[in-house]
């Protein structure tokens, strides 16, 4: 599967080829925001992408 495994094509099709945030909101929910700013990339990139944090939590973390 590209090069890739069978659960990470399955998710990338799943998600349209979204990569997804891992961050938690304050309600407790997964935030849905795309990681990285990314929307319908290819396999390759989204495996990169994917349980990365979207561009709001990811300046949460840089925060001192």
Known sequence: YYGVTLQQYREWLETDGT????????????CKNPAGDC????????VA??????????????KP
């Open 19 to 30: 990569p997804r945030c891992r961050a938690m909101t304050k309600a407790g929910k997964p």
């Open 49 to 62: 992408f994917d349980g990365e944090f979207c561009w709001r939590h990811a300046f949460d973390e840089w």
């Open 39 to 46: 929307v319908r990339v290819g396999i390759h990139e989204w």
